[in-house]
């Protein structure tokens, strides 16, 4: 993956690279237009304008110009998962054929080979080959994302979207689904852009780290910056949002009131109307995503990053 611009109503200006290996969590409140831009980066929905690049056998392929069939060809090196597994499989389907779907439609091997390797599979993210005689009712929601998982990898993919593919699970199977994405990325070389609502789950999975609000990127940065010194207002409001420490300063740099429409997103900097540092530039000047004094790769978009002190939860 290398170079990923897109634009439409809920997601605007928004630039950024996921390297061979690496794992981008990409975080932010519902309506942040984390999904779209997840959904646009595989053309599930196509962007209006930028572009999408993504290197197959060491040549950048721009994905935006592609055709349905061409497009069909390189889908394959990604997949997607969700949150919503249960949605996303056939109920009425085999363990075995939603698992082999993907090498079906691409074509990939002999019967005898799909099924073989969704039996390898099915053991390597914790369930059996018998398994792939039931039916998706049959299986917890911790397991059925591993069934997910197993049918995301049975095209042998280089790029996974993890659309909060653990958001709707116990936090103890969280963690265990999370470990066992770690290891297959570990295995396979996986790239994984990881899309979730707040910055606990994406903590331990994530070499870096894009918040994003109404369709704009405030901050990048790696993992350990993003949690150890935030450089935006709004990175410092989900660390305080998702920390234990119930300090009385928590409660002012929680943000005030909801999310705007992102259709009608407010002028100058898109958070001025729910940020406690906000002046009078923030009303009118939309800040620009820079590079941020002292660090090596993080950026933020806000005209205070580089005079705020702001506070770091645990
Ligand atoms: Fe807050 Fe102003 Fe920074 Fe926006 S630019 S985050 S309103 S201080």
């Known amino acids: 993956m290398n170079r990923i611009v897109g634009y439409n109503k809920s997601v605007n200006d928004v630039d950024f690279t996921i ?11 519902s309506g942040s237009g984390k999904t779209t831009l997840g959904r646009c980066i595989v053309r599930l929905y196509d962007s209006t304008a930028g572009s999408i690049k993504f290197n197959v056998n060491g040549k950048m392929t721009e994905l935006t110009n592609l055709s349905t069939k061409e497009m069909k060809n390189i889908r394959k090196n990604f997949q997607m998962l969700f949150q919503d597994v249960y949605s996303s499989l056939d109920t009425r389907m085999k363990i075995s054929k939603i698992v082999t779907e993907p090498l079906d439609i691409h074509n990939v ?5 799909r099924i073989e390797r969704a039996k390898e599979l099915m053991i390597k993210v914790g369930l059996s080959e018998n398994d792939l005689e039931k039916y998706p009712h049959q299986f917890s929601g911790g397991q059925r994302q591993r069934i997910g998982i197993t049918r995301a990898l049975s095209i042998n993919p280089e790029f996974i979207i993890c659309d909060e593919p653990v958001s709707a699970l116990d936090v103890s199977v969280q963690a265990q689904i999370l470990n066992l994405l770690v290891d297959l990325k570990n295995e396979f070389n996986l790239s994984y ?6 910055l606990s789950v994406v903590k331990y999975i994530s070499d870096r780290i894009i918040v994003m609000y109404l369709g704009k990127i405030l901050e990048i940065a790696s993992s350990s910056d993003i949690y150890e010194s935030p450089r935006h207002p709004y990175t410092e409001a989900l660390l305080a949002a998702i920390s234990k420490n119930k300090a009385g300063s928590k409660r002012d740099i929680l943000l005030k009131g909801n999310i705007p429409d992102p259709s009608n997103p407010p002028s100058g ?5 729910r940020c406690s540092y906000a002046r009078d530039i923030c009303k009118n000047i939309s800040p620009e995503l820079m590079p941020v004094k002292g660090k090596t790769n993080a950026f933020a978009a806000c005209h205070l990053t580089n005079e705020l002190n702001l506070k770091y939860f645990n």
């Open 19 to 29: 390297k061979k290996g690496e794992t981008v969590g990409l975080v932010g409140e």
């Open 109 to 113: 091997g002999t019967k005898k080979d």
């Open 193 to 198: 852009l990881f899309i979730a609502h707040d």
């Open 269 to 273: 900097c898109v958070l001025h109307p």
